[in-house]
C-alpha cells in the first residue's frame, strides 16, 4: 500500500459524512458484519482482553474512521479506497489481514458490500436493547409494553360529527378522527375514470379497457363501484398480481444464486400455486401452514397434497451457498435463511439479527433464536451436499402412495429384465434361430408390460419442498441445538429447548415439541452439539402458533401489506419490521380493527380487499392542499391519496395490453435451462430470454442476473424477502422507454392497432382512451396531429412509402405515450 493512497483514504474519511442507516443496512450489519468482526478481527483489535495492534480498533464507526498508524482503515462508499478491505482481500504484500488466514469469498464480500452501503453501525442510529440483568427479569417493562406485542383488540370506531364528512365504512372514522385531531380535512372525492384506472391497476396490474371504462361511467346504479370491484377480484389477473406482491415478500426465484448460479427447474410451480390460492381466495391462515408445513398437513385428494408439498418450496427457494466447504455452516445458514424469511414475512420480525448475541434492538435472545433455528435444523431441505449441493424435491403426483411406489419398483424390475433378455439375445449366434425367437417374443412381452405399467403410473412431476429430518438424511434428526457463541458451531452454550419467543407466548410455557424418552441422550456429530432428541421438527407446530387469531403480529402484518399495496405506504412503512427500528403505525386502531375484520371473514384476503376498497378513504382524490402540505408532507395522516409509480412488471404488462399484443397464456416455465444446470456464472453463459409476451410474471428471475427492464423499474432483489420496493424517479428510465427494442416494438404495434379509417384526430382519441382510459384535450389532440405530420414529413427524404412513413410516425408517437408519466403513473 502506498504512502499517496494512504493520504488519499485519510483525506476521503475525514470528508466523509455521517450517513443515516436504514433498518436494512443495520440488520446487514448485525447478521453479517459484526460477528466477523467478533470472530475475526477483536482478538487484535480492541477485543475484551484490550489488545490493539497497529493502533487500531474495529469497536466503533468513529473508530474505524479515526483508523490506527496507517491510516484511516474505512472509507464510507469506496470500498477501493479502505484499507480494511484491501487487508482482507491479500492483494498488498504488506497488508494482509487476518494475519492466519485470508477469510473466505462471502465474508469479503458481505465487508465490501457493507462499506459500499456507508459502514452503518447501528449502535450510533438506534437505542440498543440493553439485554436482561443477570439478576434481573427477561424482559423490561418497557419491552413487554412494545405496541406490537400487544394482543389485538377491536377498538370502536370514532365517532364524527362533520355533518359534510363522506363515510362509507368505520375505515373512513378511524382517517378523518386522525384528520381532525389534526385540523385537517380529506380530499374531495375522485372522478369516476381515474378511480377506475386506479382500482383496475390495484386488483389487476393492467390498464381497463376503453370498454370497461364506459360501462362504468354509463352504469347509474348504487352498487356500480362494487360491481367493478367484483369484477376484477374475480379476474384471473387479479392472482397474478398479487401473487407477485407475495413473491417479493417470498424471495422467490428461479435460480439460486450466490457461488453457483444453478437453475430451479421446478419452482415456477410453487410460483404458479400462490397465483392459485390468491386467485381462489385461499384463506390466509391455510395459505400459510401450507407454507410451512404443507406435508404435514392432512390432504383429502391428490390435488390437495399437490399443492400442500408444493407450497413449501416458500421454504426451499432460498438462496445457498451450494459449494461451502463446510457442510455443517451450509446446513446453519441454509436453517437462519429460512427462519428469517418467516419471521420477516409472517410476523415482520428481525428474528435472523439474534443469531450470534441477543437482538440488539428487539427483546429477542439468543436462547429464542436457536429455539427455532431447530426447528428447520430438523427439516430436510437438501437433496445432496455435493461438491455442488443440490436442493430436495419431492414428486406430488401420487407416486409416494405405498401402491405407486410398488408399481414403480416393478416397474424398474421389468426394465432390468428387458435389459437381460436383451443383452441375452445380443450374445446368441444368428444359427441358433429357435433361441432367438423365444427372447424376442420375450422381450416383446416385457416391452407391453412396461408399456401397460407406465400407461397406469401417475406422471412425475417434481416441486421443490421439504420433509421431516431423518436420521442419515440431508439435514438431521429432529434435536434441539445449544446457543452457538458468536454464531459458531464450534462454541455451544446452553441448550434451547423448543419454545416460540417468549415476548409473545410468554416465560413459562411448555416446550412446543416433546423430548425423546431420554431427554439426556445428547448428540455430538460433525463439530456440532445436538441437544436431547425431538419427537418430529416443529414445522407443524409453529405453523399453528403463528396462524392463531390470538397472534399479535400475524394478521396485523398482512393487513398492513395489502394497505400498503393499495395505498403506496402501510399504515406501519416498515412491512418487514414491526420492532424497535421499524416505524410506528400512522393509524393503530384502524390496523387493529383491520386485523380483527379480517380474521372474523375467515382470513379472506379478497374480503379485506372489498372492504378497503370500499370506503371514502380509497376513492379521494390526489388533489394537492397546501396547508395540509405544509402539516403533514408525507400524508401519513391521509389528507388526499398517494399519486403512485407502476411497478416494472405493470410497466411492461400495459405496454403489451395496450398494444393489443399481451398473451394471456396462465402457468408453465418459461426457463431455458435444464433443472439444476448453471443458469449464469462462470461455468455457463444465460440462455434465458425475455421476449415473451406473456405476463412479467411469469418471466424468469435469475438471481445474479434480473432482467434489465425489471432492474430499470425497481425490481426487488431477489435474494431476500422484501415487502416494499423501492421508487426512484431517475433519468435512465425516461431514457429507457426512449430507446429499449421491446418498447419500439410495443409502440409499432399500438400504432398498427389504431383505427384504419376516419381522421388523424380519431385515431388519437382511441390512443388516449387506451393509453390512459381518459378522452384527449383539445390541445392534445393538435399536438399529436402536428407530431405525426411532422414527423412523417421529416422522413420524406429517407422514406419514399408514404404508408411506411406514417407508420413511423404514428409508432413514435405512441412511444411518446409509453414514456409519459401519465402512462407509468396511477392517480
Known amino acids: 500500500m502506498t504512502a499517496l493512497l ?44 484490550g489488545k490493539v495492534k497497529g493502533g487500531l480498533k474495529l469497536t466503533s464507526r468513529a473508530a474505524l474512521l479515526e483508523g490506527g498508524d496507517s491510516g484511516p482503515s474505512v472509507v464510507p462508499g469506496t470500498p477501493e479506497k479502505s484499507l480494511l478491505v484491501t487487508a482482507v482481500k491479500y492483494t498488498d504484500d504488506g497488508l494482509k489481514m487476518p494475519p492466519k488466514g485470508k477469510l473466505s469469498d462471502a465474508e469479503i464480500a458481505d465487508l465490501t458490500k457493507w462499506v459500499k452501503a456507508g459502514a452503518s453501525w447501528p449502535k450510533e442510529t438506534a437505542q440498543a436493547n440493553p439485554g436482561p440483568k443477570a439478576d434481573g427479569p427477561l424482559f423490561t417493562p418497557e419491552q413487554k409494553a412494545f405496541w406490537a406485542f400487544q394482543t389485538v383488540r377491536e377498538p370502536k370506531a370514532p365517532e364524527i360529527r362533520n355533518p359534510r364528512a363522506v363515510i362509507r365504512n368505520d375505515i373512513d372514522r378511524f382517517v378523518l378522527a386522525r384528520l381532525n385531531d389534526n385540523g385537517l380535512s380529506p380530499a374531495a372525492p375522485a372522478d369516476r375514470r381515474t378511480l377506475i384506472r386506479r382500482v383496475t391497476f390495484d386488483l389487476t396490474g393492467l390498464p381497463p379497457a376503453p370498454e370497461e371504462v364506459t360501462a362504468f361511467l354509463n352504469d347509474t346504479s348504487a ?44 419452482a415456477w410451480r410453487y410460483r404458479d400455486y400462490v397465483i392459485k390460492s390468491f386467485n381462489d381466495d385461499k384463506p390466509y391462515d391455510r395459505f400459510l401452514r401450507e407454507q410451512l408445513a404443507g406435508d404435514l398437513l392432512p390432504a383429502d385428494s391428490d390435488d390437495a397434497r399437490r399443492e400442500q408439498l408444493t407450497a413449501t418450496g416458500f421454504l426451499s427457494l432460498g438462496p445457498k451457498v451450494l459449494a461451502e466447504p463446510d457442510k455443517q455452516k451450509m446446513l446453519l445458514d441454509i436453517a437462519d435463511e429460512q427462519l428469517d424469511t418467516v419471521g420477516k414475512a409472517f410476523m415482520g420480525l428481525t428474528l435472523g439479527c439474534a443469531r450470534c448475541h441477543d437482538h ?164 455430538e456429530a460433525n463439530k456440532i452439539r445436538y441437544g436431547a432428541l425431538r419427537e418430529r421438527s416443529g414445522r407443524l407446530e409453529l405453523a399453528n402458533w403463528l396462524a392463531d387469531p390470538a397472534h399479535p403480529l400475524t394478521a396485523r402484518v398482512f393487513v398492513n401489506r395489502v394497505w400498503q399495496h393499495h395505498f403506496g405506504e402501510g399504515i ?105 444446470e448453471y443458469v449464469t456464472n462462470d461455468q455457463s453463459n444465460t440462455r434465458t430470454r425475455y421476449d415473451s409476451l406473456r405476463r412479467s410474471v411469469y418471466l424468469p428471475v435469475i438471481r445474479n442476473n434480473v432482467f434489465d427492464f425489471f432492474q430499470a423499474f425497481d425490481f426487488v432483489e431477489p435474494h431476500v424477502g422484501n415487502g416494499k420496493r423501492a421508487s426512484t424517479v431517475i433519468a435512465s428510465q425516461a431514457l429507457y422507454l426512449m430507446n429499449n427494442p421491446f418498447v419500439t416494438a410495443q409502440a409499432k404495434a399500438f400504432a398498427g392497432s389504431l383505427p384504419k379509417g376516419g381522421s388523424d384526430e380519431t385515431r388519437a382519441k382511441s390512443a388516449y382512451l387506451r393509453a390512459f382510459a381518459r378522452e384527449a384535450t383539445a390541445d392534445e389532440l393538435s399536438r399529436a396531429v402536428s407530431f405525426v405530420r411532422k414527423y412523417d414529413a421529416a422522413l420524406a427524404d429517407k422514406e419514399p412509402d408514404a404508408a411506411a412513413r406514417r407508420a413511423r410516425a404514428w409508432a413514435a408517437w405512441c412511444q411518446v405515450l409509453f414514456a409519459s408519466s401519465e402512462f407509468v403513473y396511477v392517480n
Open 223 to 266: 352498487n356500480a363501484w362494487e360491481k367493478v370491484i367484483d369484477r376484477l377480484l374475480a379476474s384471473p389477473a387479479y392472482g397474478e398480481r398479487w401473487a407477485r406482491h407475495w413473491l417479493d415478500v417470498a424471495r422467490y426465484a428461479d435460480s439460486n444464486g450466490l457461488d453457483e448460479n444453478t437453475a430451479f427447474g421446478n
Open 572 to 676: 406501519v412503512r416498515s412491512p418487514d419490521n414491526f420492532g424497535r427500528l421499524g416505524e410506528r403505525p400512522t393509524h393503530p386502531d384502524l390496523l387493529d380493527w383491520l386485523a380483527v375484520q379480517f380474521t372474523r371473514n375467515g382470513w379472506s384476503p379478497k374480503k379485506l380487499h372489498k372492504l378497503i376498497l370500499l370506503s371514502a378513504t380509497y376513492q379521494m382524490s390526489t388533489a394537492h392542499d397546501p396547508k395540509a402540505a405544509l402539516a403533514d408532507p408525507d400524508n401519513r395522516l391521509l389528507w388526499r391519496f398517494n399519486r403512485r409509480r407502476l411497478e416494472a412488471e405493470a410497466v411492461r404488462d400495459s405496454m403489451l395490453a395496450v398494444a393489443g399484443t399481451l398473451d394471456r397464456t396462465a402457468g408453465g416455465s418459461l426457463l431455458n435451462n435444464g433443472n439444476f
Open 6 to 49: 494512504r493520504r488519499a483514504a485519510l483525506f476521503a474519511a475525514l470528508l466523509a459524512p455521517p450517513t443515516r442507516a436504514s433498518a436494512g443496512d443495520d440488520e446487514f450489519f448485525e447478521k453479517k458484519i459484526r460477528p466477523l468482526l467478533a470472530e475475526k478481527c477483536l482478538k487484535c483489535h480492541g477485543g475484551p482482553d
Open 360 to 523: 440488539k434492538f428487539d427483546p429477542i435472545p439468543t436462547r429464542d433464536y436457536y429455539s427455532l433455528l431447530a426447528v428447520f435444523t430438523s427439516t430436510r431441505t437438501m437433496q445432496n451436499l455435493n461438491t455442488v449441493a443440490r436442493a430436495f424435491e419431492r414428486d406430488p403426483s401420487g407416486s409416494e402412495r405405498p401402491e405407486v411406489k410398488a408399481d414403480r419398483a416393478k416397474l424398474d424390475q421389468l426394465k432390468k429384465e428387458l435389459k437381460k433378455v436383451e443383452q441375452e439375445f445380443s450374445k446368441t449366434p444368428e444359427a441358433d434361430k429357435e433361441k432367438r425367437r423365444e427372447l424376442h417374443l420375450k422381450a416383446e412381452e416385457k416391452r407391453a408390460a412396461i408399456k401397460k405399467l407406465e400407461a397406469a403410473l401417475p406422471a412425475p412431476s417434481a416441486v421443490l419442498a421439504v420433509e421431516e429430518g431423518t436420521a442419515g438424511a440431508y439435514g438431521t434428526q429432529g434435536r434441539n441445538l445449544y446457543v452457538q457463541v458468536r454464531g459458531n458451531y464450534s462454541t455451544p452454550g446452553v441448550e434451547a429447548p423448543a419454545v416460540f419467543p417468549r415476548i409473545i407466548a410468554g416465560e413459562d410455557q411448555k416446550p412446543f415439541v416433546p423430548v425423546g424418552p431420554n431427554p439426556s441422550d445428547k448428540l
